[in-house]
């Protein structure tokens, strides 16, 4: 089965920069479908950004203008910038994928972005 890798967390002060990368491993993808989403602890998992396979794009407000989610030209990975990062947006951070409209998305296991003060 598919297996999306995500790499690029860390920890980072507050209005620095980090860029997150997703890829698959085990089996030939395509982000045809492509998502990032975040839990911080005791919270809901949100949507943060999400490009669809027409490259129509949606962020979440609060990201809004901080963050841009993209790929290759290949569809092969899939990233997430995120420029002046606050501690509000310390979370585990998730990337999604699926190669068709209807069907499946696979997830990846996630990794730690800690901003601080």
């Known amino acids: 089965q598919v297996q999306l890798v995500e790499s690029g967390g860390g920890l980072v002060e507050a209005g620095g920069s980090l860029r997150l990368s997703c890829t698959a491993s085990g089996s030939t993808f395509r982000f045809n479908r492509a998502g990032w989403y975040r839990q911080a602890p005791g919270k809901q998992r949100e949507v943060v950004a999400h490009?669809?396979?027409?490259?129509?794009?949606y962020y979440a407000d609060a990201v809004k203008g901080r963050f841009a989610i993209s790929r290759d030209s290949a569809r092969n990975r899939v990233f997430l910038r995120m420029d002046n990062l606050r501690p509000e947006d310390t979370a585990v951070y998730y990337c999604s994928g699926g190669e068709t409209t209807l069907g499946r998305d696979y997830w990846g296991q996630g990794t730690q972005v800690t901003v601080s003060s």
């Open positions: 490009i669809a396979t027409s490259d129509a794009i």
